[in-house]
């Protein structure tokens, strides 16, 4: 795979962002169609996700192994010591079916061989294997969903890509490769935060409307006391304290 190189998208220039499918990759994924800032729909999503790679490192790799030691021990593993790739079955390309030699035919497909016993297995190899397999998937799904949708960008978010080049430059190459340079991968820069600030903003308008009809009862209650108490006790008040004083005089 070869290393893509990192593009700035300029909004400004494409005309509008939108729209655009959102890929979600946090412990599960959700596929979002997005039209406008308030226009949006879930169109899909796959269980298969952050929480899956980390989950299985830790049932394969080491129990206690935090998401970051996973992650460092994956950029260490060749993937190609698992992975069974067309090459393995097929000595080479499969020109018929226009498939490169290097593309991974099985995930962990190697180790069904005997001639592959898993001690000649790093813990490395397994996490960096398992690393790709969750990229690789989440990333067909996104192209076929960007197909049914008719969008050619396609946004990654999500904590699973925080600080993972890996997966970003394996998630570019798949959607390139699947859509043949038709459809681009973008992922923002501060992609975990996302959700924090979505629901955030999605509380700060509820709380809006709230405090809007909260402020509009209290001027309402306010009115009909002045009207319905303060008032009839008022006038007759005025009324008697001037003739008091007239009497007076
Ligand atoms: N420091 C970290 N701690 C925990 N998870 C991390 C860390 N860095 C990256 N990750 C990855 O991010 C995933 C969680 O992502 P995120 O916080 O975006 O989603 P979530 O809210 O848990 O899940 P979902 O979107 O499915 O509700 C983890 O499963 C793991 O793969
Ligand atoms: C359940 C959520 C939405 C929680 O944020 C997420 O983890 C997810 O999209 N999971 C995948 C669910 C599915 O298979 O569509």
């Known amino acids: 795979m070869v290393n893509p190189k990192k593009v700035p998208l300029n909004i ?15 412990s599960g994924v959700s596929i979002l169609r997005v039209d406008s800032p308030t226009a949006f729909e879930r169109v899909s999503g796959t269980c298969v996700g952050g ?5 299985l490192c830790r049932l394969a790799v080491s129990h ?52 592959h016993p898993r001690e000649q297995v790093e813990p490395a190899d397994i996490a960096r294997s398992l690393l790709d397999m969750i990229a690789m998937n989440v990333a067909q799904l996104a192209y076929l969903n960007a197909m049914r949708c008719n969008i050619t960008r396609i946004l990654f978010a999500g904590n699973f890509l925080r600080q993972n080049d890996i997966s970003m430059a394996m998630i570019s190459y798949s959607i390139d490769y699947w859509s043949g340079g038709q459809i ?20 700060k308008k509820k709380w809006k409307k709230k405090m809007l009809s909260s402020n509009f009862l209290f001027i309402f209650y306010s009115f009909s006391f002045f009207f319905f108490f303060l008032l009839p006790f008022c006038i007759p008040t005025a009324f008697f304290g001037r003739l008091a004083k007239t009497a007076q005089l």
Not at 184 to 200: N, P
């Open 51 to 55: 929480g899956t790679y980390w989950g």
């Open 12 to 26: 400004q220039k494409e005309g509008s962002i939108f729209p655009y499918l959102l890929v979600n990759i946090g």
């Open 184 to 203: 681009r991968a973008c992922f923002l820069k501060h992609e975990g935060y996302f959700g924090s600030v979505g629901a955030f903003l999605f509380l």
């Open 64 to 115: 206690d192994i935090t998401f970051e030691e996973a992650f460092e021990l994956a950029t260490k593993g060749d993937p190609n010591k698992v992975n069974m790739t067309v090459s393995d079955i097929y000595g080479g390309d499969y020109k018929i079916f226009n498939l490169p030699g290097d593309v991974v035919a099985s995930s962990f497909g190697k180790l069904m061989g005997v001639e």
